[in-house]
């Protein structure tokens, strides 16, 4: 009987097997990041020894997150990962978007600007370019079903807001409230003096319209920032 090609085979099978038990006894504690990776690639890398390969995107891009804030481009270049396994991973990380996003449309309130961060992080935190989104809340701080919205897409340093645009998107909603969220890809989370009046001008336009401006949340690579939580609303 021929043997399995290296790599391949009964022991390979049984190092996944201990690792997909491992996880549904505990979920993720006592696991070492680049078995994380490893669980990760099993799903899209049928029998065949991934150990190597989730190491080498690890010292590649620095952490899980880096792995999943790469480009398609970039994730490809790692040996062992293919176009299919690299499209993969950005389904993985979009489809967690989606998760909590229609977690908190679940909720009594999206009134936590910890809820808030945390969905606009699996949002913003990758992209190469400056967005604006908004989302629509009811007179219950709930979000709406399909609530988020993307309005505006810049450069990889600037974007612009429209205060107008922002108001009649939140009446064509119905929205009772708005929170607002851009990303800085290029810099620190900190707002710049055009984000501090542009802001300002929004809450005063919405304020007109009997609309609440309840946070202005600035995303960068590796941190947030909460008008908010700082006392800039």
């Known amino acids: 009987m021929p043997k399995?090609?290296?790599?391949?085979?009964?022991?390979?099978?049984?190092?996944?097997?201990?690792?997909r038990k491992r996880f549904l006894r505990s979920g993720f504690v006592g696991f070492a990041d680049h078995e994380i990776v490893e669980l990760l690639l099993t799903l899209s890398i049928p029998r065949k020894d991934v150990k190597a390969t989730a190491k080498h995107l690890l010292q590649t891009f620095g952490s899980l997150a880096g792995i999943f804030d790469a480009d398609i481009g970039e994730v490809v270049q790692v040996k062992g990962i293919g176009q299919s396994t690299a499209v993969a991973l950005r389904i993985i990380r979009a489809v967690n978007s989606l998760y909590l996003q229609e977690k908190i449309e679940s909720e009594p309130a999206f009134d936590?600007?910890?809820?808030?961060?945390?969905?606009w992080r699996s949002r913003l935190s990758c992209l190469k370019f400056e967005v604006v989104e908004v989302a629509y809340l009811n007179s219950s701080l709930r979000l709406m079903k399909d609530g988020i919205e993307r309005l505006e897409t810049g450069t990889a340093s600037a974007t612009v807001f429209y205060p107008r645009k922002i108001a009649e998107t939140a009446i064509r909603h119905g929205a009772t409230a708005v929170i607002i969220a851009h990303n800085h890809p290029t810099g620190p989370a900190?707002?710049?003096?055009?984000?501090?009046?542009?802001?300002?001008?929004?809450?005063?336009a919405l304020q007109y319209l009997d609309i609440r401006l309840l946070d202005h949340i600035i995303i960068s690579s590796n941190d947030a920032f909460s008008f908010k939580e700082h006392g800039l609303l």
């Open 4 to 19: 399995p090609p290296q790599g391949q085979g009964k022991g390979n099978d049984g190092h996944r097997n201990r690792l």
């Open 112 to 119: 936590s600007v910890g809820k808030a961060i945390e969905l």
């Open 190 to 204: 900190e707002p710049s003096d055009y984000d501090e009046r542009s802001t300002r001008t929004i809450k005063t």
